[in-house]
């Protein structure tokens, strides 16, 4: 009765452990995708938040996916069934046609998925592969631009099926090919999709709100605003407009004296604006003119 129990823990915290891993990944991936260097630990509750955030995404996301794949799956039913006349025919003709049609569709199928999954980490990695440090130096109306949402969409799409088509492999990789370059086909979908998937939700999946901060500074020193990015166990990190920049203030918590946070603001919509040359909506007067809703003292 013990074994049983004791491998449903050890199951419970392999998949704990990836998910933790994940939500670092994504973290990881969405902060280089700002362009703010972290050189320390980020902190357990903000690697747990994030990986909470993209559980919560996959699940929403899956969920839609699999009704998706079940229509999909229907509709391809009924196309067989509709064929099924025209196959019987060609099966009493040519005895040996269903015989060679059941061995190499698998085969057929799995290539097909090959393509499609390279053609779309192709794709991603030109919509993606230039979206690093977006929010630092100069903006740009491009780099700034929003990633459509069916990007995170697909990438689940895309992630339900390699890890189906990576277990199934590994499960019965025997036939025509190498039972090794079958597993090892099976083992590098799992894997690549483990890693990129978070990677696209930290750029392309997650929400870029972030509360507005007002930090007053100990030592008569001049107190700084801007949206609070991160808060790790020895600084306070600050993104900030000035007037077609952006910059990252990290304020070491031993200098803060007080926190105010004020409503959340969307760190791309604000660098848009930035370019535009709208002062009325640069971090400064946002949080200067909005209501604070909380104080933290350090």
Request: hydrophobic letters at 50%; proline letters at 4%.
């Amino acid at each position: 009765m013990s074994i049983p129990f004791f491998r449903i823990l050890e199951s419970a915290a392999g998949i704990i452990s990836l998910l933790v891993a994940a939500g670092y990944l994504s973290l990881r991936a969405h902060l280089n995708h700002l362009g703010i260097s972290v050189l320390e630990e980020m902190g357990v509750e903000r690697i747990l938040s994030e990986t909470a955030s993209l559980a919560q995404a996959l699940l929403m996301y899956g969920l839609v996916s699999v009704l998706l794949l079940a229509v999909v799956i229907l509709i391809i039913t009924i196309i067989r069934r509709a064929l099924k006349l025209p196959f019987r025919y060609l099966h009493r003709r040519y005895p040996d046609f269903a015989q060679h049609a059941n061995t190499y569709s698998s085969y057929i199928a799995f290539f097909v998925f090959c393509a499609i999954y390279l053609v779309w980490h192709v794709y991603l990695f030109l919509i993606l592969g230039d979206a690093s440090s977006v929010a630092v130096g100069v903006l740009e109306k491009a780099k700034l631009a929003s990633i459509a949402p069916w990007v995170w969409f697909g990438q689940v799409t895309v992630f339900l099926l390699a890890i189906q088509a990576g277990f199934q492999l590994i499960r019965n990789g025997s036939g025509a090919l190498p039972g090794w370059l079958i597993k090892s086909a099976g083992a590098y979908l799992i894997a690549s999709a483990l890693i990129v998937t978070p990677t696209v939700f930290g750029i392309a999946g997650r929400p870029k709100d972030y509360s507005t901060a007002f930090v007053s500074l100990a030592e008569h020193q001049a107190p700084q605003c801007g949206l609070l990015v991160l808060i790790t166990p020895q600084h306070l990190v600050l993104w900030q407009t000035e007037g077609q920049l952006g910059r990252v203030i990290y304020l070491p918590k031993s200098r803060v004296r007080s926190l105010m946070v004020g409503s959340p603001a969307n760190i791309m919509d604000l660098g848009r604006l930035a370019i535009q040359n709208k002062a009325e909506y640069s971090t400064d007067a946002i949080c200067h003119y909005l209501k604070p809703v909380g104080q933290a003292r350090f």
